[in-house]
């Protein structure tokens, strides 16, 4: 693959050790790596070995503070390639220029899980990319979900603190089916939009390859003529949102708790690259007050049906990281890192996040001059007068370091906005300090039911199981009934509902009078095939070769991934046996087939295991029509029976066959 410009500068950095002489830092060849010096081979460690003390010091430092939110995240290269022009609304050079391609870097993460957590947890999932453009780094540190649990950063501290292990006993890890964050929840009402996407399938992604981003707030387009629009940024898998179920999600934790990066790096690896298109609402100034709710709330959405989503660009994911620490761990994201044409709005919730985070990485990564990391740099050249600080590493040559001079021609130097200077965005503002929100962030039920309403019927009964299950893990009886009577305000079937699951009383108020849909909002409408879809095909070692061959290559050429489970490991022909009825699971696939079986006991209880499984998750299954009755009489929507491998792919490529009586 050629190699863009980031790939270029990454490589002078990049150290091959294999073949190369064992050294110390210093770089003196070393003798000996497994036997520390010692008085007598019996005798104590001296102090002067400083090839021990230095490997064991190095060893000792190699941990740096996880972040404190999303620490548990996984990153991929890739390219960004813009459809059109945007100059109408943006001068930045990577929206404006098609004939660019623009390196990007996207890490993915967990929110509230340690860095070591298994990752199907229901959350929601981070989704923030690095665009290296000519201009300077520009991220979109965004989410899957387009909303958030609250209006104002101060929040922040608060709201995380809520939601993590609760301190006494640090518990539990990685989930939100606490006490402390239904108290949250209960004791902030602006949350329960994103609380209702929260506990919606968007919260256990199927893949990070099948998940919507989105930046969330409501940022500023500026153009050359310094008009500025209102906009939002989404990311459209073209793979489309799906999601896994609980009991799987749950399952899937225990079996394989790197679920979702494995199947993004084999992804990778495979040549099956992700791709992300770009959309972009756009707001003129002037429809700022439109709305029946202020376009400056991170709990609002902009209904897709009513500002529509323009698709401007792609971003296809297409190289692996050669070191998760150098790269995934080190890298500082920062929805302060903007470039001309893309600006700020007085979001509040968006105003703190220009705080915090510079703020973090100067603890998690040590210093100022983090931007000096490898994957940090920009591609463009960067200069100023900032000097010193822990492990800096340019050379700044000269004796000035001060803005304004003479000694140095007044250099480096400000450009003017036509030279590509950033300049805010001129917006007039004016007001009274207070500590205080504005009357038009008050409404928080109204989008929340709007969601709700959005919902196919399986995706509601997801919520209200998602809801009975958290909040029957709380232990508060108060929390538990506050949360009921909350979420009345949204619907009150779903409220009554979950106080029959958790023991509480049903309400006695709520209700809304919201009838709106947004149908671009259920994962049922979503675009789906069968690509990179993962099939386990059950095959005993002594079964038909050549038939399993032939339906192995059917599969792949439908765009499967189809891999072979059998008791023992080996070949079945030409074919390589991928998994063991042991070291795969059901829960691992998105479709089983049974391609062939013997007549061992064992053999049919571990097949009939998959199947069974698999029928429980909703999941196609599908059997060649000889060992049907593996099926044991299971029928309806995505069970096949015959040999008819395009009925099989067809129910594959569904993702999920609701209609079951399970
Ligand atoms: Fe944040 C990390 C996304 C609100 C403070 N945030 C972080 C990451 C993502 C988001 C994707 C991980 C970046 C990475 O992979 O390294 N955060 C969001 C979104 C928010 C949001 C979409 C709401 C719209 N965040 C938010 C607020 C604050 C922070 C209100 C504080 C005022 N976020 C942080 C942080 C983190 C962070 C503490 C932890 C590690 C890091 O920044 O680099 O600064």
Known sequence: ??????????????????????????????????????????????????????????????????????????????????????????????????????????????????????????????????????????????????????????????????????????????????????????????????????????????????????GVHTFRFVNAEGVAHFVKFHWKPLLGAHSLVWDEAQKI????????????????????????????????????????????????????????????????????????????????????NVVPGIDFTNDPLLQGRLFSYTD?????LGGPNFHELPINRPVCPFHNNQRDGYHRMTINK????YHKNSLANNTPATSTPEEGGFEHYQEKVEGRKVRNRSDSFRDHFSQATLFWNSMSDIEKEHIIDAFSFEVGKVKNKDVQQQVVDMFANVNVDLATKVADAVGANPPTGGGSDVTKQSPALSQENMVKKPDTRKVAVIASRDGDASQLEKTVQGFKEAGLKAEVVSDKLG????????????????????????????????????????????????????????FATILDGKEGPGVVTNDNGEQFVAAVTAHRHWNRDI
């Open 1 to 214: 693959m050629e190699k863009n410009r980031k790939d270029e500068q990454l490589e002078q950095f990049r150290v091959d050790d294999r073949d190369q002489k064992l050294t110390t830092n210093q770089g003196l060849k070393v003798t000996e790596d497994e036997f520390s010096l010692k008085a007598g081979v019996r005798g104590p460690t001296l102090m002067e070995d400083f090839h021990f003390r230095e490997k064991m010091t190095h060893f000792d430092h190699e941990r740096i503070p996880e972040r404190v939110v999303h620490a548990r995240g996984f990153a991929a290269h890739g390219e960004f390639e813009l459809y059109e022009s945007m100059n109408q609304y943006t001068k930045a050079n990577f929206l404006t220029d098609t004939s660019k391609k623009t390196p990007v870097f996207v890490r993915f993460s967990t929110v509230v899980g340690s860095r070591g957590s298994a990752e199907t947890v229901r959350d929601v999932r981070g989704f923030a990319t690095k665009f290296y453009t000519d201009e300077g780094n520009y991220d979109l540190v965004g989410n899957n979900m387009p909303v958030f649990f609250i209006q104002d950063a101060i929040k922040f501290p608060d709201f995380v603190h809520a939601v993590k292990p609760e301190p006494h006993n640090e518990m539990p890890q990685a989930a939100s089916a606490h006490d402390t964050f239904w108290d949250f929840v209960a004791n902030n009402q602006e949350s329960a939009h994103m609380v209702m996407w929260a506990m919606s399938d968007r919260a256990i992604p199927r893949s990070f390859r099948m998940m919507e981003g989105f």
């Open 253 to 336: 934790s225990g079996k394989d708790p790197d679920f979702h990066r494995r199947d993004l790096y084999e992804s990778i690896e495979n040549g099956d690259f992700p791709v992300y298109e770009l959309g972009v609402q756009i707001l003129a100034e002037e429809d700022e007050f439109k709305f029946d709710f202020d376009v400056l709330d991170p709990t609002k959405i902009w209904p897709e049906e009513d500002v529509p989503v323009k698709l401007i660009g792609k971003m296809t994911l297409n190289r692996n990281v050669d070191n998760v620490f150098a790269e995934t761990e080190q890298v500082a994201f920062h929805v302060g």
């Open 360 to 364: 973090t990485q100067l603890i998690r």
């Open 398 to 401: 000269g004796p000035v370091s």
């Open 571 to 626: 070949n079945i022909g030409n074919l390589p046996i991928d998994h063991t009825f042991l070291t795969a699971d059901p829960v691992l696939f998105d479709a089983i087939y049974v391609a062939s079986m013997n007549d061992e006991k064992k053999f049919k209880k571990e097949t009939g295991r998959y199947v069974t499984e698999a029928f429980n998750h909703f999941k196609a299954i599908g059997a060649a029509s000889k």
